[in-house]
């Protein structure tokens, strides 16, 4: 129990946005935000610029994965175990290329 004096009952307790402003200061906890915000703008229009349903469909459970993750990364450093790492930002660069892509005419 790490902080039991802080919140009692507690077994484990980690923040990756935390431990990023801890490592990098404010300048990396700035950057790193911008990076996300940037990620979940660009998502959500990935998932509008689908004209397929099928392909909205999975670019719309892509983003949620995201949002998922992220949400998950308040509490806990997911981040920390490299393949949730790489499956992210894979996940990420599906969904933005779903979203970028042309249907041929």
């Not at 998932?47 to 999975?58: M, S």
């Not at 992220?70 to 490299?82: A, R, S």
């Amino acid at each position: 129990m790490n902080n039991k004096d802080l919140i009692p009952n507690t077994f484990y307790m980690d923040n990756y946005w935390l431990k990023t402003a801890v490592e990098m200061g404010t300048m990396g906890i700035i950057a790193f935000a911008v990076l996300i915000l940037t990620l979940i703008v660009w998502s959500i229009r990935s998932v509008k610029h689908c004209k397929d349903y099928d392909t909205r469909l999975i670019t719309a459970g892509c983003f949620s994965g995201l949002c998922g993750v992220l949400v998950h990364n308040l509490i806990e450093n997911v981040f920390e175990v490299p393949y949730m790492v790489v499956y992210f930002w894979v996940i990420a660069a599906i969904l933005l290329y779903f979203g970028r892509r042309r249907q041929k005419a």
